[in-house]
């Protein structure tokens, strides 16, 4: 007879490092998901070099192995992105399903289409398949990538649950009519050399536009490209910046702008939104399933300089306008975004799958859980 799971093993990046996937993990570590549940967090990557990547994967198999021989069974929660996220992930999955525990694989990567449909040849893909068929759950960030996945795997456990964000507290700080930010990697995926194509069409009309891009990535090429073509006093590349930093850009634009290639359901966006800011994005992974074109923001095609272009001229020519949109987009976020929400949401996959089912009563557990094992 199965035994329930008595604890669940989650796999992510380490808390520290930047990007959507580390802030989710803060938001449910905030959110006292490791407090209510018995949950043992392994980081299998860092930021850093190299050599410093493969030593913290190594350290983090070799933690998740010791907890493979302690626990008969337990959930192994995946979080994963594309490529190197996924078959570094692939690993810790085929000795979890050989041990019998069920697996949650959490997707997040926006890229992941085009790395199974493009990069992945035949034996690729279906080594992508045999994973995802046999997760006892596919959890991805919207309702767009539930529809791709029905394309790809025969599981019909597949379930949608947003990114959670935090609502900040209303600011006072004035918004500056023509402040636009953009918060993310700093790389042609992200559409940041058609956001600056777009600048140097809107500065004829609005001379003092202001453009503030913060994030790591390709940052000295940004920088390049912004003195190339005559921008720099109009556009601002700060590389990456820490979250009151960030938080202090967000309560001071009056426009988010993000013109991604591919998107999971980016938090960047979904944090924009929270602090009020109207929004132009491209109708590109669960975007369109947030961002209601005309009513939160503005929805504009993926790698078209001169439709972003106009949404922002737009939106620059209308300050009402952008106010409104911010105020509906907080809204949004609001209702159905708010780690109160979501967070319920891996709870109930946690109790449909049995976890800690016989000793759920003895929690609060105690605080030493809530650091990484790795």
């Known amino acids: 007879m199965a035994r329930d799971p008595s604890h669940v093993v989650m796999l992510g990046t380490s808390f ?25 967090f392994v980081a299998t990557h860092r930021d850093g070099s190299k050599l410093e990547k493969l030593l913290k994967a190594i350290d983090g198999f070799v933690v998740f192995f010791a907890l493979l021989l302690r626990y008969r069974s337990a959930v192994l929660h995946v979080h994963s992105a594309s490529r190197a996220s996924f078959w570094r ?3 810790f999955m085929g000795l979890a399903l050989a041990a019998r525990w069920p697996v949650i694989f959490h997707l997040h990567g926006g890229g992941f289409a085009t790395f199974y449909d493009a990069e992945c040849g035949p034996v690729r893909r279906a080594v992508v398949r045999f994973f995802l068929d046999r997760a006892a759950c596919i959890v991805v960030v919207s309702e767009r990538w539930c529809a791709w996945m029905s394309l790809v795997t025969r599981n019909p456990r597949v379930v949608s649950i947003s990114n959670p964000v935090a609502l900040p507290a209303a600011s006072d700080t004035a918004r500056e009519p023509q402040l636009v930010a953009f918060t993310g990697r700093l790389c042609e995926q992200k ?29 000295d090429e940004v920088e390049r490209c912004v003195t190339s073509m005559g921008l720099a006093s109009n556009v601002r590349v700060h590389g990456w910046i820490g979250r009151r930093k960030r938080e202090d850009l967000l309560a001071r634009a ?5 013109p991604s290639h591919a998107e999971g359901l980016p938090v960047s966006l979904l944090e924009a939104m929270a602090a009020g800011c109207a929004v132009v994005a491209t109708t590109v992974g669960g975007i369109p399933d947030v961002v209601e074109d005309g009513f939160n923001g503005l929805l504009v095609p993926a790698g078209d300089s ?51 089912r016989e000793t759920r009563t003895q929690r609060p557990r105690a605080t030493h859980r809530l650091k990484e094992i790795s």
């Not at 930047?18 to 449910?28: D, E, H, K």
């Not at 809107?202 to 390709?218: H, I, K, N, S, W």
Request: proline letters at 4%.
């Open 306 to 356: 001169r439709a972003l272009e106009a949404a922002l001229a737009r939106l620059l020519a209308d300050p009402e306008l952008a106010r409104e949109m911010g105020r509906a987009a907080r809204a949004t976020i609001a209702s159905r975004f708010t780690p109160e929400r979501t967070v319920s949401q891996v709870e109930e996959l946690y109790s449909d799958l049995g976890v800690g």
């Open 16 to 40: 520290q490092t930047r990007g959507g996937i580390a802030s989710v993990l803060q938001t449910y570590k905030a959110a006292g998901l490791f407090d209510r549940w018995p949950v043992d």
């Open 89 to 91: 992930k692939c690993l």
């Open 254 to 258: 009056s426009i988010f702008v993000l």
């Open 191 to 219: 559409g940041v050399f058609e956001l600056l194509q777009a600048v140097l069409g809107l500065r004829r009309t609005f001379p003092g536009l202001r453009v503030e891009c913060a994030g790591d990535g390709e940052v």
